[in-house]
């Protein structure tokens, strides 16, 4: 009996034996499929864990002058970026758990309750202490961190923006002990000289709505900066690039150890412009001894715009990487509005509208009629001077005139009776085909219309008025209804400069990539032809050319100040009288064309608050005239940075570039002569402007102790595209 049991045992323990050497010999084989035949596979997991994904931005391309004169272009910018989920991972795998943030949202229309973690702790307590240590903590805006992580933390949060190169060594050195935190090189839009042409150019920043499908394929997504106003705007699905792509590599301890691979991003295309820069850079340096104004300088055998500046200016380079709520709020309360493009803003234009007119009282019949002025002219009971009636001392009327020498004398009595013997619809018809009271396409933004009133307009917008003969005569010398902008009466100059053929205004030539070829090249464009549609002869043309001619250079001109020893000027000038509250405002003008016979270049010249057209804005065209064709003799025109220029609302009196200081204020105390004159001017519009990434100041949580010294600029020292610049033009 017992041997029996002695066997029972000996054979359950062979038998466990059995099932433990089984089970060993499974584990065994398992461990050796594992290693060998699954080792690639598993070693691909892990790698995968350890490894992060990053979006690298696409690069933009660059804007040039005609020539190829580089005038936008990009610079790298170093700053430091929180890896937020990295930061609150390092956070919990450390102390174990999380503090967390309850707060209350709405979800399709109910409030909900949620949690989230606490980043502002988390990052209080993990990683600003030992930034202070090092002294490298910055004041931060705790609020802006806390929306970031709460709707955008797949995007990094930026802290510090534009290191120098001390403060970016420092970081470099240390930052490998805080989990999330990294210095990262980014490309930044940079102007090259200022405000030079700041509004053609416009500005950049953050995309408002991120690509949440093309942000899943990342760890981390880093956007694209999109251009947010005016060229920049307009040609950004040209300028901007394809993105590239970082694979970073984490330790055990979730730091970021080293960069396995990198894709790196494509360039986008370059955009050349029309404008001469040397050319602009003539404009705004002259236009600087205004406090408000614009010019445009066409060529009027193409419609290529040559320059177009506004003052004040402001420096795109404020917007990047992104502008300081208090520089903002400096521009958008500044009265004089620096932010806004006057060559594209509607204006009453004045007596330069005479020109429109003149045209149409020649389709009329009535181009070589004689109108006599006595000093004024009754419409109802309304007396319309002329201006020799309000000027200081009185001046006697112009008697009997025919169409060029009322041109020249700029006479109201002329164009009221002119005016209405030609019509309003034959007036409407030449505004019409001249572009006027439409804009004119240009690839900028918040381009005015104008308006070319007439009847049917009127029915529109003063349903309980009716058109009469004081209208038509008001509406003849450029005011009452009647707005234009510099940009259209610039091409109506250019029509009269070529004898008859409106162009399509050009602002970009062509659009080039970064292989050389060219993916867009804007043609030249005719939008009207006077002789074939309007029946207009040479000889008629003519008529209205040798008025403009007389204006500047007979005795007896209003434009005698626009004058050139060496090139023949032809032009027109106007003074639209205007009110600023209870001050005198008025808007001055000066169009012109030159050299006369063989015309290269058109100008038009806005000054506000000046005395007249003829003793401000003529002699300010005359000035940039007189660069130009100095630099087509051989000056040098060297382009340097510009700051921007500071607008004002004195009152100029007159301009004369022969003075140490060429402009003279002084108060206008003339009572204001404007017939009929309705409504007001409007100043600007800012309706399709997209708000800029504005910079929120720190508040009192967001404070550190030991703060760094402030941040330079390193983005002059690196570049990412190689090779020198050179502002000289390449013909």
């Known amino acids: 009996m017992l041997k ?73 910018s170093l700053q430091v970026d929180f890896y937020l989920p990295d930061i609150v991972r390092a956070y919990k795998e450390k102390e174990g758990s999380l503090p967390l943030l309850h707060y209350r949202t709405l979800e399709h229309g109910m409030p909900v309750d949620r949690e989230e973690a606490d980043i502002i702790k988390i990052i209080q307590t993990s990683v600003i202490p030992h930034l202070e240590k090092l002294g490298l903590a910055s004041d931060y805006n705790t609020h802006k961190l806390q929306r970031h992580y709460r709707y955008n933390k797949e995007v990094p949060f930026t802290y510090r923006q534009d290191l120098n190169f001390e403060t970016m060594a420092r970081f470099c050195e240390n930052s490998i ?68 792509q970082r694979i970073l590599q984490r330790n055990a301890h979730g730091t970021i150890e080293k960069e396995e691979e990198r894709v790196q991003p494509q360039q986008g295309a370059n955009i050349y412009l029309t404008i001469d820069a040397r050319i602009q850079y003539i404009v705004e340096k002259a236009l600087r001894v205004v406090g408000r104004g614009a010019m445009v300088i066409l060529d009027p055998n193409n419609g290529d715009i040559l320059a177009m500046a506004s003052v004040p200016s402001f420096d795109p380079n404020k917007f990047v990487p992104t502008i300081s709520k208090r520089d903002w709020e400096a ?42 002025c006595t000093g004024g002219v009754w419409y109802g009971d309304k007396f319309m001077k002329c201006w020799v009636m309000t000027a200081k001392p009185p001046l006697p009327p112009h008697g009997t005139l025919h169409l060029s ?18 019509g309003i619809d034959q007036i409407d018809a030449i505004g019409t085909m001249l572009g006027l009271g439409q804009r004119t396409g240009v690839p900028l933004n918040n381009e005015a219309s104008g308006v070319l009133p007439g009847p049917a307009w009127l029915a529109t917008h003063a349903p309980n008025e009716h058109w009469s003969a004081g209208y038509t005569a008001n509406a003849s ?26 162009y399509q205004p050009r602002l970009v030539e062509k659009v080039v990539a970064q292989d050389g070829s060219i993916l867009e090249q804007e043609p030249t464009v005719i939008r009207s032809d006077f ?42 000038t106007g003074t639209a009288q205007f009110w600023r509250g209870h001050l ?7 169009l012109g064309f030159a050299p006369y016979d ?118 002059k020292f690196f570049k990412f595209l190689s090779g020198g610049r050179s502002a000289t033009p390449k013909k």
């Open 4 to 76: 029996k049991k002695e066997s029972i045992a000996t054979r359950q323990i062979f038998f466990l034996s059995g099932i433990v050497l089984a089970a060993f010999s499974i584990l065994l084989a398992r461990l050796w499929y594992v290693q060998l035949f699954c080792y690639d596979q598993y070693k691909a997991k892990i790698k995968e864990s350890s490894q992060w994904t990053v979006r690298v931005p696409a690069l933009r391309g660059e804007i040039y002058d005609r020539y190829g004169v580089p005038l936008v272009e990009n610079r790298a």
């Open 177 to 244: 002990n805080l989990p999330g935190v990294n210095v990262t090189l980014k490309p930044i839009r940079n102007y090259i000289y200022g405000s030079l042409a700041s509004h053609l150019f416009g500005y950049v920043g953050l995309p408002t709505n991120l690509d949440s499908q093309e942000a899943t394929q990342f760890n981390f997504y880093e956007p694209d900066i999109v251009g947010r106003a005016q060229i920049e705007l307009a040609y950004d699905k040209m300028l901007r690039g394809t993105p590239g």
């Open 331 to 372: 521009l958008i309360h500044d009265p004089t509005d620096p932010l806004s493009n006057r060559a594209l803003n509607a204006y009453a234009p004045g007596s330069i509208f005479k020109l429109c007119t003149s045209f149409a009282g020649i389709r009329a019949g009535v181009g070589n009629h004689e109108f006599t």
């Open 405 to 422: 020498d009322a041109l020249k004398k700029s006479c109201n009595c002329f164009f009221y009776q002119y005016g209405n013997a030609a």
């Open 477 to 502: 010398i450029g005011q009452g209804f009647v707005l234009t902008t510099p940009l259209q009466m610039a091409l109506l100059g250019a029509t009269v400069a070529n004898g008859g053929t409106y």
């Open 531 to 572: 002789k074939k549609e309007g029946g207009f002869s040479d000889e008629q043309f003519e008529q209205v050319r040798l008025g403009m001619w007389k204006v500047v250079n007979e005795d007896g001109g209003t434009a005698r100040k626009a004058r050139l020893e060496k090139n023949i000027v032809a032009g027109k």
């Open 584 to 590: 005198k405002d008025n808007h001055t003008w000066f």
């Open 598 to 715: 063989h015309p290269r270049y058109v100008i038009i010249t806005l000054v506000q608050g000046a005395k007249s057209g003829g003793v401000v804005a003529a002699p300010l065209a005359a000035k940039v005239l007189e660069e130009i064709f100095a630099m087509e003799a051989g000056k040098e025109i060297p382009l340097s940075f510009l700051e921007p220029a500071v607008g004002n609302f004195n009152h100029i009196s007159s301009i004369d570039f022969h003075l140490s200081s060429p402009t003279s204020y002084g108060p206008d105390i003339e009572p204001a002569d404007a017939p009929l004159q309705e409504g007001k001017t409007p100043e600007s519009s800012h309706e399709n402007e997209t708000t800029p990434d504005i910079s929120d100041d720190s508040d009192v949580q967001g404070r550190v102790k030991n703060k760094p010294l402030e941040p330079g600029t390193l983005g």
